[in-house]
Protein backbone atom coordinates (compact mmCIF):
# COMPACT_ATOMS: atom_id res chain seq x y z
CA UNK A 1 0.00 0.00 0.00
CA UNK A 2 1.59 3.17 -1.18
CA UNK A 3 2.76 5.44 1.69
CA UNK A 4 0.94 8.59 2.19
CA UNK A 5 -1.91 8.01 0.86
CA UNK A 6 -5.53 9.01 2.25
CA UNK A 7 -8.92 7.42 2.76
CA UNK A 8 -10.34 9.68 0.17
CA UNK A 9 -7.43 8.38 -2.25
CA UNK A 10 -8.92 5.05 -1.17
CA UNK A 11 -12.38 4.50 -1.24
CA UNK A 12 -14.24 3.32 -4.16
CA UNK A 13 -17.81 3.50 -3.47
CA UNK A 14 -19.90 6.45 -1.89
CA UNK A 15 -22.06 6.25 1.66
CA UNK A 16 -25.34 4.10 1.49
CA UNK A 17 -26.86 5.06 4.54
CA UNK A 18 -30.56 4.86 6.04
CA UNK A 19 -32.45 6.90 8.55
CA UNK A 20 -32.97 5.91 12.10
CA UNK A 21 -36.86 5.07 11.53
CA UNK A 22 -36.03 2.75 8.87
CA UNK A 23 -37.26 -0.96 9.44
CA UNK A 24 -34.49 -3.35 9.51
CA UNK A 25 -37.04 -5.33 7.03
CA UNK A 26 -35.64 -2.16 4.74
CA UNK A 27 -31.93 -2.25 6.06
CA UNK A 28 -31.49 -5.70 4.88
CA UNK A 29 -33.00 -5.63 1.93
CA UNK A 30 -30.91 -2.94 0.76
CA UNK A 31 -27.80 -4.81 2.05
CA UNK A 32 -28.76 -7.39 -0.13
CA UNK A 33 -29.50 -4.89 -3.20
CA UNK A 34 -26.16 -3.35 -3.32
CA UNK A 35 -24.03 -6.42 -1.81
CA UNK A 36 -22.77 -4.63 1.25
CA UNK A 37 -22.62 -5.40 5.20
CA UNK A 38 -23.55 -2.15 6.79
CA UNK A 39 -25.58 1.40 6.39
CA UNK A 40 -24.27 4.98 7.84
CA UNK A 41 -27.80 6.36 9.67
CA UNK A 42 -28.39 9.60 9.30
CA UNK A 43 -30.44 11.81 11.39
CA UNK A 44 -32.83 14.77 9.59
CA UNK A 45 -29.66 17.36 9.20
CA UNK A 46 -27.38 14.29 7.18
CA UNK A 47 -25.33 14.43 10.27
CA UNK A 48 -23.75 10.98 11.50
CA UNK A 49 -26.00 9.23 14.60
CA UNK A 50 -24.23 5.17 13.68
CA UNK A 51 -24.14 2.65 11.99
CA UNK A 52 -26.51 -0.50 11.41
CA UNK A 53 -24.46 -3.91 10.44
CA UNK A 54 -25.33 -7.33 8.84
CA UNK A 55 -24.37 -8.13 12.57
CA UNK A 56 -27.00 -6.33 14.07
CA UNK A 57 -29.61 -7.50 11.97
CA UNK A 58 -28.86 -11.26 12.90
CA UNK A 59 -28.77 -9.94 16.50
CA UNK A 60 -32.60 -8.77 15.77
CA UNK A 61 -33.42 -11.91 13.94
CA UNK A 62 -32.43 -13.63 16.93
CA UNK A 63 -33.77 -11.70 20.05
CA UNK A 64 -37.35 -10.61 18.01
CA UNK A 65 -39.84 -13.13 15.69
CA UNK A 66 -41.01 -9.90 14.46
CA UNK A 67 -37.51 -8.40 13.56
CA UNK A 68 -38.88 -6.89 10.36
CA UNK A 69 -40.68 -4.19 12.14
CA UNK A 70 -38.10 -3.42 14.63
CA UNK A 71 -36.29 -0.31 13.92
CA UNK A 72 -33.00 0.94 13.18
CA UNK A 73 -32.69 3.20 16.40
CA UNK A 74 -33.17 -0.51 17.74
CA UNK A 75 -30.03 -1.55 16.81
CA UNK A 76 -27.61 0.52 15.43
CA UNK A 77 -24.25 1.07 17.01
CA UNK A 78 -23.79 4.66 18.18
CA UNK A 79 -19.99 4.14 18.69
CA UNK A 80 -19.09 5.06 15.65
CA UNK A 81 -15.00 4.83 14.94
CA UNK A 82 -14.39 8.08 12.58
CA UNK A 83 -11.67 9.41 10.54
CA UNK A 84 -10.91 12.87 8.84
CA UNK A 85 -10.73 13.16 4.88
CA UNK A 86 -7.03 13.75 6.26
CA UNK A 87 -6.35 11.05 8.05
CA UNK A 88 -3.48 8.51 6.05
CA UNK A 89 -4.02 4.89 5.10
CA UNK A 90 -2.02 3.43 7.44
CA UNK A 91 -3.27 5.18 10.54
CA UNK A 92 -7.34 3.42 9.14
CA UNK A 93 -5.54 0.52 9.05
CA UNK A 94 -4.49 0.75 12.39
CA UNK A 95 -7.86 1.18 13.51
CA UNK A 96 -9.60 -1.38 11.72
CA UNK A 97 -7.12 -3.73 13.57
CA UNK A 98 -6.96 -2.51 17.04
CA UNK A 99 -11.23 -1.85 17.30
CA UNK A 100 -11.57 -5.61 15.51
CA UNK A 101 -14.09 -3.50 13.20
CA UNK A 102 -14.61 -3.83 9.36
CA UNK A 103 -14.91 -0.28 8.28
CA UNK A 104 -14.48 3.78 9.40
CA UNK A 105 -16.98 6.40 8.77
CA UNK A 106 -14.65 9.43 7.48
CA UNK A 107 -16.55 12.21 8.36
CA UNK A 108 -16.17 16.13 8.35
CA UNK A 109 -17.24 18.23 11.47
CA UNK A 110 -18.85 21.26 11.92
CA UNK A 111 -19.77 23.07 14.65
CA UNK A 112 -19.37 19.79 16.70
CA UNK A 113 -21.62 17.98 14.38
CA UNK A 114 -20.09 14.66 11.76
CA UNK A 115 -21.40 14.80 8.77
CA UNK A 116 -20.10 11.34 6.48
CA UNK A 117 -18.00 11.83 3.77
CA UNK A 118 -17.09 8.28 3.04
CA UNK A 119 -17.05 4.90 4.17
CA UNK A 120 -13.46 3.08 4.15
CA UNK A 121 -13.64 -0.60 4.55
CA UNK A 122 -10.80 -3.41 5.12
CA UNK A 123 -12.59 -4.81 1.61
CA UNK A 124 -11.43 -1.24 0.24
CA UNK A 125 -7.70 -2.35 1.39
CA UNK A 126 -8.17 -6.04 0.08
CA UNK A 127 -9.17 -3.96 -3.00
CA UNK A 128 -5.84 -1.75 -3.44
CA UNK A 129 -3.14 -4.54 -1.77
CA UNK A 130 -4.62 -6.40 -4.90
CA UNK A 131 -4.04 -3.65 -7.52
CA UNK A 132 -0.97 -2.43 -6.38
CA UNK A 133 0.34 -6.00 -6.04
Same mark, same amino acid.
Given at each position: ????? %?????? /?????????? %??LL?????? $?????????? #??????????????? $? #?QA? #???????VQ?????????????????? $???????? #??????????? /??????????????????????????
Open positions: MKQGR %TVLEAK /RYGIFSCRVE %TSDVARLL $LERDISSLVV #LDEAEALRGIISRTD $L #LC #LEHDEWATVADYMSTDVVTVTPQTL $LCDVAELL #LQNHIHRVVVV /REEDGVQYPVAVVSDGDFIYHMVKEA
